[in-house]
């Protein structure tokens, strides 16, 4: 008795500093904006693979880090269906424990993953533009691949966790929950969470200012080829940080707020006192996901091939999608795709 005492003694201890919140605005606020997500996602970047698989031929090594990351993000779509329903059930969790895991972890995993792709696209055209000799730009469709491999494992090591995610309140399906003490605040979901973002950002920032230094240092701005370039580098970088950043810095202010708070304040009002800041990180964070609705605009720019199909299929201006010039894009989308 006096074990299971001391053991409810404790349990009741760790549920009490972890904080809950009614979350009223975000079942109103989420469900409309993921299933936009989930919709205009699953279209993108369906339409991608596809391009990928039945037009760009033949494939370099830079249509593969392409390639994985619109598989990256076709899979992160596929788990957001069931956040929505998630908060239009009053976030309540009616999937049962092991199914809210698999969906956290395609959430966690496909996130991080989309942040490694985008960083590697972004060294991939940094070699190319500034270092357009150097033999990792030859490399083999076989090498590519053993590199994006890599990237998943990577990315699996650092996510796994998630499946060890204890839920004391079996309705609730979160992987970030504010704790009143610290020890418990900063843990290695957390750490994975903020590392996978700005390790990626200072590379993509670095990819960005290089290419561009280098671009008017030798004064090829204006050129076609290196405009397209510079245009791509650029998108890759405002989108990486759109999607991204704002989640990010929530997640420290929290960290940071919570310390202050939890040295001064009770519990219960610790957590009263973090509620609207945790409300906007739940919020952010689903906004991380638009980042899968908005890479198509990557591929768009990376190759004739994609601009000419996607207006066919959106049936836009067809001045680019004759019969010559299709067939011009097709045999040489794939080159275009890794030299511009």
Not at 78 to 106: E, T
Not at 160 to 172: D, E, G
Not at 173 to 195: A, G, I, R, Y
């Amino acid at each position: 008795p006096a074990v299971i005492h001391l053991l409810c003694s404790f349990l009741e201890k760790y549920i009490n500093m972890r904080c809950n919140f009614n979350g009223t605005l975000l079942i109103s606020v989420l469900p409309p904006v993921l299933f936009t997500e989930f919709l205009f996602g699953v279209l993108g970047n369906g339409l991608a693979l596809w391009i990928f698989c039945f037009h760009a031929r033949p494939w370099k090594s830079s249509t593969v880090l392409l390639f994985n990351l619109a598989m990256a993000d076709f899979l992160l779509n596929m788990a957001l269906p069931f956040r929505a329903i998630y908060y239009i059930s009053d976030i309540q969790w009616k999937f049962g424990h092991a199914l809210c895991n698999i969906c956290l972890f395609m959430l966690a995993m496909n996130r991080s993953g989309s942040t490694f792709f985008l960083m590697a696209i972004a060294v991939d055209r940094y070699m190319r533009v500034v270092h357009p000799h150097h033999p990792i730009n030859s490399l083999s469709i076989s090498k590519a691949m053993c590199g994006a491999l890599a990237i998943w494992l990577l990315t699996i090591s650092l996510t796994v966790h998630v499946f060890n995610l204890k839920h004391i309140n079996t309705t609730r399906c979160e992987s970030f929950m504010v704790d009143t003490e610290m020890h418990h605040n900063l843990n290695w979901h957390k750490f994975e969470f903020l590392f996978s973002f700005y390790v990626p950002l200072l590379v993509v920032l670095y990819c960005t200012f290089h290419i561009v230094g280098h671009l008017r240092r030798r004064q090829l701005a204006q050129q076609a080829k290196m405009k397209k370039a510079l245009w791509f580098i650029v998108v890759v970088a405002v989108l990486f940080i759109i999607c991204y950043l704002p989640s990010n810095i929530a997640q420290l202010v929290i960290w940071i707020q919570t310390k202050h708070l939890a040295s001064k304040l009770p519990d219960t009002e610790a957590c009263s006192a973090l509620e609207d800041l945790t409300i906007v990180f739940f919020v952010t964070i689903s906004l991380t996901y638009f980042n899968s609705v908005l890479d198509p605009a990557v591929y768009y720019l990376s190759s004739p091939t994609f601009k000419n199909i996607y207006r066919k299929v959106l049936r836009l201006s067809q001045a680019d999608t004759d019969k010559s010039t299709e067939r011009k894009t097709r045999e040489t989308g794939s080159q275009t795709l890794s030299q511009l």
